[in-house]
């Protein structure tokens, strides 16, 4: 049975070394670098309003990770839900642990929009997100600065 637990400083070495496979598969259009995972967690844990992390357990097992942030949209006047991270380690994929996230997600944020973004190759993933009711966007997105 899945757990969806918060992530705590005690998750620290097991989401690191989950980071450091996502960010560097085809899943990720950028590689980050330990500084950067490390704030990731370290956000996580604190008190931050901004960004928070999750950890899945099966059967005890840590089977994966997620991160959100949190922001507004005013193209859609609703708070919005950014999933940043979310992994789940090759063995555990396909036993439904992303569906039951985004159920989880519905129930903890009721009328919040959600967004994630995929890369095209990433058709197992697309597949999920689709569904679980996700819909492509016709947006580039854009970026100044880190």
Sequence with gaps: MTQILSMTKAHREAVLSMMRVFYTSPAVATNGSEEIFNADIDT???DSPYL???VFSEDGVLAGYAMIAKSFSTE???PCI???D???TPEY???GIASRFFSYLDEKF???LFRLEVEDENLPAIHTYRKNGFSEWPYKEMKKGK
């Design 44 to 46: 996580c844990v604190s």
């Design 52 to 54: 928070e992390g999750f």
């Design 76 to 78: 859609y006047g609703v």
């Design 82 to 84: 950014w999933i940043e």
């Design 86 to 88: 979310i992994y789940i």
């Design 93 to 95: 994929r396909g036993h």
């Design 110 to 112: 009721p009328g919040c």
